[in-house]
């Protein structure tokens, strides 16, 4: 991968706050006014809110994952192919911890500005995660 600023900063996103959980990683790489244009139910906005939806994630999938798989960089922007894994060890979406370990593909397009993430653009198999786990499409 290339060693662009906007690029490291991505994989700090992924390494740092979404596999090891530090959230205070966050603080320094995510704008305060992030703004998510795929929330999730109930994610609140901003980087507190982002923070929010990676802690919930963390307690669904304590050994959450994520594994880069190509990322693309074009002007303040980047897209990052990445898999998501891990076993659901805590109640996601409604659903009752199952044990179940899970693989998930997805597509992030972040924008970049002065070192922090100012949004964010998520396209993953939610559905595909769901039926993974026994629940109902």
Do not use: C
């Amino acid at each position: 991968m290339s060693s662009s600023a906007n690029k490291a900063t991505i994989q700090r996103l992924f390494e740092e706050v979404y596999n090891q959980g530090d959230l205070r990683v966050a603080d320094e790489i995510v704008a305060v006014k992030y703004i998510s244009h795929n929330p999730a139910p109930g994610e609140a906005p901003g980087r507190e809110g982002f923070k929010a939806f990676v802690a919930y994630l963390r307690r669904a999938f304590a050994d959450l994952h994520i594994a880069i798989e190509d990322q693309i960089e074009e002007g303040d922007k980047v897209v990052t192919r990445f898999t998501i894994g891990g076993r659901q060890e805590g109640e996601f979406a409604g659903i009752p911890p199952t044990g179940k370990l899970i693989s998930v593909a997805a597509i992030d397009i972040h924008r970049i500005i002065d070192g922090q993430i100012q949004e964010g653009w998520l396209n993953w198999d939610g559905l595909g995660l769901v039926q993974q786990l026994g629940g109902e499409a």
